[in-house]
């Protein structure tokens, strides 16, 4: 099962200007071949379909834990995205009676390369690449075979870097570029895993590869505080109590090279993470709704009883 936290793995800045076509190259982190929604979906159904999972606990494991890590990605893109298309939050703008929706107040939201991304989603995020192209099943590769699958994984991990170093490349806004930072970050960190996993089973030195593709993270300022904080070093078991197993392959080695040195260490539960921004409402885009105090009203209510009888318990 998978426990949920109201955080993010990282806490975003707010973005700088609305720019739905930032978005959509954003979107290419999560529906896009190399995205989120594939490291999610490949890494959940190989480790539904693991063979002999108690026997190869230090490996089920580590598919496991990093599956739980990639749900979180997926939030994380999941509101850059939707945060990068709402731009900043104005003052009063989920107040009053929506104004005037007879004076085309969108638009401009018929140039955008995503105009679906506001008429059928207001902005919100869903698994499509930059074009709008959905994402699907076809992604997934789940063979039964233990080393295949890792370093297909491999593979994945280090396609997803160097998409994530191109959708850098094409951002100025500061929440964008924070996302494509962190998961640059932490996608090392797996591959890095996945590497020393087959070097576990087959004896193969794959981590000599890295970084591929060659990435100097510490020449990206973004990167910079998470490769300080050592974040590069540590891989989470995203759990109370499970997938501990995990340190039999990654504790014991060392950070790559060109990384800041320091042991590998395994964090048990997930990281500290950050708030989650709370997108204001545009009620003339019916967001939550065209007159929405009724709603915050209700919700008030709902939450000081919620609170009240807490405290009675």
Known sequence: MF?????LQVELPAPKKQDPDAAAALLELLGGKYGEMSTLGNYMFQSFNFRSKSKLRPFYGLVAAITAEEVGHVELVSNGAAMIAHGPDAEG???????????????????????????????????????????????ITTTGNVVFDLLHNFHLECGARLHKLRVYESLSDPTGREVCAYLLVRGGVHAHAYALALKKLTGVSIEKM?????????????????????????LYTFSPSDYTEIRGVWEGETALPDDPPGDLEV??????????????????AFTPDYAPEEFYEIAAR????????????
């Open 3 to 7: 426990l949920r936290i109201d955080r």
């Open 93 to 139: 703008a989920d107040t009053g009676d929506g104004g005037d929706i007879s004076g085309a107040p969108f638009a401009g939201m018929t140039d955008i390369r995503l105009a679906a991304g506001f008429f059928s989603h207001g902005g919100g995020a869903v698994p499509v690449d930059s074009n709008g192209l959905s994402w699907n099943k076809d992604m």
């Open 210 to 234: 890295l970084p591929t593709p060659n990435i100097p993270t510490d020449r990206i300022p973004e990167c910079r505080k998470y490769l300080e904080e050592g974040v590069h070093r540590r």
């Open 267 to 284: 964090i048990e539960g997930p990281p500290d993470g950050g708030r989650i921004h709370d997108l204001v409402g545009q009620p003339s």
């Open 302 to 313: 709902l939450t000081k009883a919620a609170h009240q009888g807490a405290g009675s318990l």
